[in-house]
Structure formats: C-alpha cells, structure tokens
C-alpha cells in the first residue's frame, strides 16, 4: 500500500484556481490508480476525481466536470488536481488515495488516508 502526501491547497476567491499534488511513496506507483476525494464540514466525504493506473481513464463527479483536472506524472510519483472556476461550495479538505490496478468504475479506497490539504473559497 502506498502512502500519499497532498499539497496545494489555500485560500482563494471564488473563480480563481489551485492545483493540488498527491506525491505517493513506493516504487509500485505506476500500478495504482487514484483518487480525490474531499469533505466539507458537517458532510460526508465524496469523491471529486478519479485516474486509472493506466492514466487513460478518468472520472468525475458531477459537480466538479469541466472545472478540475486529474492527472498523472509517473516520473514525479505525483497526481495532480487542477481546479479551475473555484466557488464557494469547493471549500474542503481534500485527500488523495490510491488503489492498486485501478481501471476505472467503481473506486475502492485503501485504508491509508493522508491528513489533506484544505481549501477555501471565498465568495
């Protein structure tokens, strides 16, 4: 099982943007798929986006189409969440977590779950 760090969140106005990392340990990263995932206070954690290990499938909530971008960079170790279009109802924390061979559909998390990386939106 890998473990992930994320980065990349902040404070930022409403239509601004973040890119947020997920920097994973192990030599194993290139068989893991991803996911982020983020949850706001008082609500339940959802799942935002998700890349297949493959990096050629990817999927989003509907919330969140046409505004983020995941991607991922084997070399880095790293999935990247571009965030684009930033409102208000965005402000979370946001995780990143890992399933190995993950090719797309239905996502599975592993039980290591970072600490997050908090955004905040202002209106």
């Known amino acids: 099982q890998v473990q992930v760090v994320e980065s990349g969140g902040g404070l930022v106005q409403a239509g601004g943007s973040l890119r947020l990392s997920c920097t994973a340990s192990g030599r194993t990263f290139s068989v893991y798929g991803f996911g982020w995932f983020r949850q706001a206070p008082g609500k339940e954690r959802e799942r935002v986006a998700t890349?297949?290990?493959?990096?050629?499938?990817?999927t989003y909530a509907d919330s969140v189409k046409g505004r983020f971008t995941i991607s991922r960079d084997n070399a880095e170790n790293t999935v990247y969440l571009q965030m684009n279009s930033l409102i208000p109802e965005d402000t979370a924390v946001y995780y990143c977590n890992a399933q190995a061979y993950y090719s797309g559909g239905n996502f599975n998390p592993g039980a290591y779950w970072g600490v997050g990386t908090q955004v905040t939106v202002s209106s």
């Open positions: 890349i297949s290990w493959s990096g050629k499938t990817t």
